[in-house]
């Protein structure tokens, strides 16, 4: 099938026909693969589901590949793509030269977490274009743990790069639904198979210095990547309450997985932080205006608001995590104006929760006072 043609430099499409394939880890439809790989060999792009979030995939080696996923995405393209493998024998062709500092130590993390939800970052070899890698020396290299990822992989010649496959700002996309709301149109090929596990973008760990740093936490956490360096930093932007300091991951500057309302979280501190959220709901219904709560299963029968959606029980992170870009999106479906959200803690898991929910927040974080 043609890929369309690109108008105008910020990349407005002629509509195409999207072919839809549905699937299970399972039961993987061979042929509808050979064509998805197919169709990337051929410079085409395929939304697909991985453990975190759904991709938009396309051939990571060809210039013009990147250039569509940048244009159907609707994103800067100084925000680099992750190339996805199957194989972590397909990593020394495309990183580059000699390794220093802790590059050198890449197998450790691949044996301990791969395939699974940690990309990490190495100095690229001249294999990898520039548009994928968004002008930097650097590339981005993940290997999925999902089968049907990796069975498209395979199929597609190796190497398949793939942000999350959601229209630029929007949360990434957990279920091929969502992908459909975003890319219909716009991509050859979903393939369409089932929820995802995890729920959150994988963790993103940074070997091109001396010491390894965390760009961006994920299901991998601080301290299980620490036992197997022995060391790990975070990057600052992540952990500073300071706007103005730049992150190392260029993507994590940009405002993301916000809804069209106004999201505020309210650091949890037990009923104090019920009552501060029930006193707002009641003065935002006052002034005629639809509200949205984000809270627990402990809370949830607390609130009377037009939309109160559980992240499950309160400590659960594995469900906190995968239900929270589907409850983002939620509120746009309802046309939610304004939105109180509990806050979760930041240990473990927490880290990567709380880190996109305070990025959908516009980091917009109050103490619950009466
Ligand atoms: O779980 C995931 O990682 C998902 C699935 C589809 O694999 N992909 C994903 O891709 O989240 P994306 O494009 O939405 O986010 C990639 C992040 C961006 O913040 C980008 O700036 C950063 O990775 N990144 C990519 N290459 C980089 C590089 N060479 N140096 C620093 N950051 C990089
Ligand atoms: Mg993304």
Not at 101 to 122: Q, V
Request: aromatic letters at 6%; one cysteine or more; hydrophobic letters at 35%.
């Amino acid at each position: 099938m043609p890929c369309p043609e690109k108008k105008g430099r910020c990349g407005i499409y002629d509509k195409m026909q999207t072919e839809y394939v549905v699937m299970t880890e399972d039961s993987i439809d061979k042929d509808a693969i050979l064509r998805a790989g197919r169709i990337l060999k051929e410079g085409g792009l395929v939304a697909f589901p991985t453990e975190t979030v759904y991709g938009l995939g396309g051939d990571a080696l060809n210039p013009s590949s990147s250039e569509k996923i940048y244009a159907a995405k609707g994103r800067p393209s100084d925000n680099p793509l992750i190339v996805h493998v199957c194989d972590a024998d397909a990593i020394p062709p495309i990183i580059g030269g000699e390794l220093s500092g802790c590059a050198g130590e890449w197998r450790k993390l691949a044996d301990a977490f791969w395939p699974g939800p940690l990309t990490m970052i190495f100095p690229k070899s001249t294999k990898v274009p520039y548009a994928t890698t968004g002008g930097l020396d650097t590339v981005a290299i993940r290997f999925p743990s999902n089968k049907i990822a990796a069975a498209l992989i395979g199929a597609a010649g190796g190497y398949v790069a793939a942000p999350s496959a959601n229209r630029s700002g929007r949360p990434s996309p957990t279920s091929a639904k969502y992908c459909r709301e975003d890319l219909d149109g716009r991509v050859d090929m979903i393939i369409d198979g089932g929820p995802v596990g995890i729920g959150l973008e994988s963790t993103i760990i940074d070997l091109t210095g001396d010491e390894p740093i965390i760009l961006r936490p994920g299901y991998v956490t601080r301290d299980m990547l620490r036992e197997v360096l022995g060391r790990v930093e975070v990057d600052r932007a992540i952990i500073s309450d300071d706007s103005s300091v730049k992150p190392k991951a260029p993507g994590m500057k940009y405002r993301h997985y916000a809804p069209k309302g106004d999201l505020t979280v309210v650091n949890w501190r037990g009923p104090l932080t019920v009552q501060y959220i029930r006193k707002k709901l009641e003065e935002a219904a006052l002034s005629g205006r639809r509200t949205g709560v984000i809270c627990t299963d402990e809370t949830a029968g607390e609130y009377r608001a037009d939309l109160v959606r559980s992240a499950g029980a309160r400590g659960d992170y594995e469900e906190n995590a995968r239900r929270l870009f589907d409850i983002l999106r939620s509120f746009d479906d309802e046309g939610i104006e304004v939105i109180w959200s509990e806050s979760f803690s930041e240990e473990g898991l927490g880290e990567a929760l709380m880190n996109r929910l305070k990025k959908a927040a516009g980091q917009k974080v109050v103490e619950p006072t009466l």
